[in-house]
């Protein structure tokens, strides 16, 4: 941050960073000791706990998400108050800190740490949180799960201030933290309200709703009617070819991939054109495994299941394609661009036509027959620019939303670290306004 103003001109420098000389600097095992008590048969009274970014909260059990093991005796009880750590894969899990608000047990892979009468909890989580957004922690590691032991945990030197100090920088926090997060939440529900307005215009222009005259039932029960002079095709009348792509088994070349052409993969369809892809397969490969299929420029792609089913891309360059996608090749009148847009709109309407249990497929027979309301080829190309222009308006002002929640997403971790470190007096800071102008500045940098 900018702004410094620590009446301490001594500074000592420590694993985390600085801190002001008049600080003390002692070990966690003297702010925070380790609790691990198994809940065993209290688990039927205790509710189900979770660390997430959001902190410490209530999981949900009714909604039938994510596994639950069989029994919840041997997990171990957090009291309101408590610190939950989880220290190990620290890399890559979004917090490894939350300060518990509530009663009730969590696994027992967790660390659990109550606070001493030398320390405020809410200071402790602060401060480890400036930690984990830099994972801090990392010169502490052992072992390929990146874990820090406990021991060598509550061996590190934090600095401590006296409790009206830790009470204070933690009232500050609470209260800069939530105006941050408030103003987060108001980007991250545009970002959600622009993806709402776009889909129900693309809904209207791809379904004739302000087309004058005579409707007819769609094949499709989601659409509901499309104007009487529109026709439903079939997805095979609207293409040439439709195909997939294939995977050779191992070890069937040689040389299976290497400088040749470009393989895609589910992975890089991203609703974006595709101009490089990770892997190419060999000349060779194409010429003695005849399942291997150039696809040309243009071509529309369609996930065909996997976590990524139903999502689209097109070819920037001729490719082949692995088994997961199928090609929409060679358009006859119809533009591909009010295809694609189509298919984009419904897509949420078209995975549920996938079939399969554990791993929903879309097979090529269902995308052929599949029925598309198509007005005039004038008509679509129409529709299809108009969708375009308003996809690249709508990427616009998304990227620059998102832009400036990551931008008050970093304000928020240094005004975290600023704090628990000293760099800042949190008792003037709110008084001469300078969050106000940090805020404002960062929304001035958005919007020009």
């Not at 040689?254 to 991203?270: A, Q």
């Not at 533009?335 to 399969?356: E, K, M, P, Q």
Request: some cysteine; proline content about 5%.
């Amino acid at each position: 941050m900018k702004e410094r103003e620590l009446n301490e001109p001594d500074r000592r420098k420590v694993w985390f960073g600085e801190s002001p000389g008049s600080w003390p600097v002692v070990r966690n095992k003297h702010v925070m000791r380790l609790v691990s008590e198994t809940v065993g048969s209290r688990s039927s009274d205790l509710t189900l706990l979770s660390l997430t970014n959001r902190g410490v909260i209530a999981r949900d059990m009714e909604s039938g998400k994510g596994k639950f093991p069989a029994s919840f005796d041997t997990y171990q009880l957090v009291r309101d108050g408590d610190l939950v750590f989880c220290l190990f894969d620290i890399d890559e899990t979004p917090r490894t800190v939350g300060l518990s608000p509530l009663t009730g047990m969590i696994t027992g892979a967790y660390s659990v740490f109550r606070p001493t009468p030398r320390a405020i909890g809410s200071f402790l989580s602060y401060f480890y949180h400036s930690i984990d957004d830099r994972k801090g922690l990392r010169p502490f590691y052992t072992g390929l799960r990146k874990v820090v032991r406990n021991d060598t945990f509550l061996s590190l030197p934090i600095p401590l201030p006296d409790l009206p100090t830790q009470k204070a920088i933690a009232a500050f926090l609470d209260r800069e933290t939530a105006r941050i997060d408030q103003l987060i939440e108001k980007k991250q529900r545009l970002m959600e309200l622009l993806g709402e307005r776009f889909k129900s215009a693309a809904t209207a222009a791809l379904t004739g709703a302000t087309v004058d005259g005579d409707r007819q039932p769609s094949a499709n029960p989601w659409i509901g009617t499309i104007p009487s002079t529109w026709r439903e095709r079939r997805l095979s009348w609207c293409f040439r070819r439709i195909g997939s792509g294939t995977t050779p088994a191992t070890g069937s070349f040689d040389r299976m991939y290497g400088e040749g052409t470009p393989w895609v993969t589910t992975s890089e369809l991203r609703e974006a054109p595709i101009a490089q892809t990770k892997q190419s397969v060999t000349h060779e490969a194409l010429e003695n495994y005849t399942a291997l299929k150039v696809f040309p420029t243009g071509t529309l792609l369609i996930a065909m299941y996997g976590a990524t089913i139903g999502r689209l891309g097109w070819l920037a360059m001729p490719a082949t394609l692995n088994q997961a996608c199928c090609a929409l090749a060679e358009p006859e009148s119809t533009s591909t661009r009010f295809i694609y847009h189509w298919l984009r709109t419904f897509r949420n309407d078209l995975v549920s036509l996938a079939s399969g249990g554990g791993q929903p497929n879309l097979n090529q027979e269902k995308l052929r027959s599949l029925r598309i309301g198509i007005p005039s080829e004038q008509e679509a190309e129409r529709i299809a620019q108009l969708l375009d222009n308003r996809e690249v308006s709508q990427a616009r002002l998304s990227e620059r939303t998102k832009a400036s929640i990551d931008r008050l997403k970093e304000y928020r971790s240094a005004l975290i670290t600023a704090a628990v470190t000293g760099q800042i007096d949190v008792e003037t800071w709110s008084r001469r306004g300078a969050g106000d102008r940090r805020l404002d500045r960062i929304e001035e940098e958005m919007a020009g």
